[in-house]
């Protein structure tokens, strides 16, 4: 089952932060985060894994809450080179990953 | 290493066409993966292959589509015959180990256009 992801967009201005967030009905080994810019293919940014190891990009941050299902994604002093389509994963007992219908962030100098 | 390479990169085609979609993996990689993605459906996962074999086809639309994997380094997808409806970005993406735990990496993606 496809997770949800909100907000389906936001606008930032050069430096200002947001917060995307995933969540499932299902039971998560892990929520993977990747990036698309138009017209290329998605980017990986980061894996969380249940237990609390994470992979991924060092300037990017995110949290997994095993619990309740639920990811974060927080972007930080945005930059423009931030905008993009952002993408949660997410990783069940079936082993391959689920991914929701994506937040579109643009961020405006 | 060149990272995923798919071929072609632009298809159009008119329905009732044969299209295959060619797809070269990460060497090394052992997982190799078929989505496809549009505007209403999102990005689903339509076959996954681990070590040439295919491990779970449930995303596939329908008998139109099949996908094979005869080495390492090689996989097609083939729709046959071709609808407009299956017009989208299809992307291939390899990782190495199990998918829940580890990156994937995506090729450029094939744009295809049934007429």
């Known amino acids: 089952q496809q997770p949800v992801q909100s907000p389906q967009a936001v606008i930032l201005r050069e430096g200002e932060d947001a917060v995307i967030n995933c969540s499932s009905s299902k039971a998560l080994y892990s929520v993977h985060w990747y990036r698309q810019k138009h017209g290329e293919a998605p980017v990986f940014l980061m894996i969380l894994l249940k237990g609390g190891e994470q992979k991924g990009h060092d300037k990017i941050s995110a949290s997994f809450n095993e619990k309740k299902q639920q990811s974060s994604l927080y972007l930080t002093a945005s930059q423009l080179s931030y905008s993009g389509t952002y993408f949660c994963g997410t990783g069940t007992n079936d082993y391959k990953l689920s991914f929701g219908a994506g937040t579109t962030v643009t961020v405006r100098a | ?115």
Not at chain 2, 43 to 58: A, G, Q, T
Not at chain 2, 88 to 106: D, I, K, L, R, T
């Open chain 2, 1 to 115: 290493d060149a990272g995923v390479i798919q071929s072609p990169r632009h298809e159009v085609t008119e329905m009732g066409q044969e299209v295959t979609l060619r797809c070269k993996p990460i060497s090394g990689h052992d997982y190799l993966f078929w989505y496809r993605q549009t505007m209403m459906r999102g990005l689903e996962l339509l076959i996954y292959f681990n070590n040439n074999v295919p491990i779970d086809d449930s995303g596939m639309p329908e008998d139109r589509f099949s996908a094979k994997m005869p080495n390492a380094s090689f996989s097609t997808l083939k729709i046959q015959p071709s609808e407009p409806r299956d017009s989208a970005v299809y992307f291939c993406a390899s990782s190495a180990g199990f998918p829940s735990y580890n990156e994937q990496f995506f090729g450029p993606g094939t744009r295809l256009t049934v007429l």
